[in-house]
């Protein structure tokens, strides 16, 4: 991205999980950065953090913050999102913004630059970035629903802790050792830090992951239904999940049942998605390959494997996929969005 | 079960973590036992065990162990059983196989109290005890079946790696310590001990249990598609199934999609379940309260939750099903197998 135009550049939530990875990735890939704007909450404010070798103070994410900017990555939880978003697009601002408060905004591109890059040009100031556990899976099912259809997704993940926070890692860790000491552990912050009832994750599987809604689902679950929907510019597929937390640091592991419309050859499944961009095929049973959230750690591409045809339905097929929550789940796609809009400019 | 024949019974495999927990069981349930016999490999014999205060020498089990032997539990491997169950069986022992060797023999019924106790009734020696993931998983069903018959049934498992052995566990715990203590792991055993590739299986999740056959899918995963059909007495039955380990001790939990031949009421099914024999419902989601695998250790009972209506498919319903995989997955389901041949006699 030489010779082309430097922007002005916020990240907001430069603290967090997220927003770490985000500056590395923005450093690493050499982004058109002429001024660089670390925001955060007054908590945080102060702390000094190092990009490209310069130290760049941290500060309070204001109304005011935006002045100057044109491109935002927002990483620091919904409310914010919500509060200064539409302020800073009003200014003129693209917000990139990983919250869930814009997803389902109708007026608000859900992009994967994989799925649908097109739709980031009818942004009004603001483009949303998926949740983790929706982004890896339509990135592996886009080639299918391109070349067969897809009439209906049927998936039960097992997501890793890094995806409730810093916190929740701490937590896991902690309970790891304790319950390896022998110990009996007291849960504080999952399944959800800001409801009562709390779970040991080290050693288990906690099939609850965000707030349970009316329906019975999690609202976790009901993003995988509806954000796929929207991705994949598909009402029609239809989508059911069940989301399960277990003791992994980063990497989410999806277990995913899909039904094409059209009859498929495995070989050619196969060639799809080595062929397709941002995937790696890592399908080999006789040598005892597949995708693992261990080796899919810091990495950015989306790991797909065990393919196989369901024996009685000959238009299902199983999948694994797995990828890192924090990088393609989360910072890896914001900054792939940005790297577009700067393209564009 | 006072005034009854009492049975001299052999226990194959008796130092085993699966013989371990028939012992408990057999002593705790007052098993009506004339005279115990505790067999196991070479390796193993000369140990000593206690059986209601009394010490019992472990004997190597060889075809002459099983004279005057009346009830024998099996669960030593399937090569031990393989070799000796026929030779027992022929001298007139009823013998309950917890191994692989006889359960798709069209000759031996493969039983799971709750779903097809009549079955035993057909026995020529050899009573087969289903794989733990399947046990689990038709006990729930059951219900079901029987009140709107069951089309197809997509599961993906998060299995405890005490299903592959007390080896499988002590790897786990060793490689969690090395991890918390930030050094690398020489993974050794999992996730099958006689394949050449191992996995890190502590902060992981492995989606290989068991060998990798010819159509791409795992025999524990072909065991689940083969058993259900065969305890539900219904071949017509589709199941697709991803078996998947994860770092837990004890205690399979299962998400398990159903579409069933008739309309159903979500309260019906509740209502099902909570009166099902071996099921214990835990649905309350308001009260975040589901099964865990943590709560199930050590308990015979399979927790079902997580019950809701899949929103697209009126007739799919997703469920979290979860039971130690040791307990109603091997050792209670042979207990109970035993107790119901005790009554008949």
């Known amino acids: 991205m030489s010779n082309q135009k ?30 660089l704007k670390l925001l955060s909450s007054a908590r945080s404010a102060g702390t000094k953090l190092t990009f490209k070798g310069q130290e760049v103070m941290v500060e309070e994410a204001t109304p005011d913050s935006f002045i100057g900017v044109e491109i935002a990555l927002f990483s620091a939880g919904g409310d914010v999102s919500k509060a200064l978003a539409p302020i800073a697009a009003e200014q003129g601002v693209i917000c990139i913004d990983n919250t869930n408060a814009f997803r389902m905004d109708p007026d ?6 994989e799925v649908n890059i097109d739709a980031i040009n009818e942004h009004k100031g603001i483009i949303a970035n998926p949740n983790c556990s929706t982004i890896q899976m339509v990135a592996a099912l886009k080639p299918l629903q391109d070349r067969y ?8 993940t097992y997501q890793a802790v890094s995806g409730a926070g810093a916190r929740a890692i701490d937590e896991m860790l902690r309970q790891s050792k304790e319950v390896l000491a022998g110990n009996e552990v007291e849960p504080q912050i999952l399944p959800v830090g800001s409801l009562p009832v709390k779970h040991q994750i080290a050693f288990n599987a906690i099939p609850q992951i965000d707030k349970f809604q009316d329906n019975g689902y999690t609202l976790e679950e009901m993003k995988m239904v509806r954000e796929t929907k929207k991705i994949m510019g598909d009402e029609s597929i239809e989508v059911t999940a069940t989301c399960v937390r277990i003791p992994v640091v980063y990497g989410h592991s999806e277990s995913v049942y899909v039904e094409l419309k059209n009859d498929y050859e495995l070989e050619d499944v196969k060639r799809l998605l080595q062929d397709a961009p941002g995937i790696t095929l890592v399908d080999d049973p006789a040598n005892q390959q597949y995708p693992l959230a261990t080796e899919a750690a810091g990495k950015p591409d989306v790991f ?10 000959s238009r299902g097929l199983n999948m694994w996929i797995v990828s890192d929550n924090l990088m393609k789940g989360a910072a890896w796609n914001a900054v792939q969005i940005a790297e577009f809009i700067a393209i564009e400019k």
């Open 304 to 313: 797909v494997g065990r393919l196989r045809r369901d024996l009685g339905h």
């Open 149 to 156: 259809g897809i009439s209906r997704v049927i998936v039960s």
């Open 108 to 113: 608000t591109p859900l992009v994967v630059p």
């Open 6 to 35: 430097l922007f002005n550049v916020a990240v907001v939530g430069a603290t967090g999980a997220v927003g770490e990875q985000i500056l590395k990735l923005l450093e690493k890939r050499d982004f058109p950065i002429n001024q």
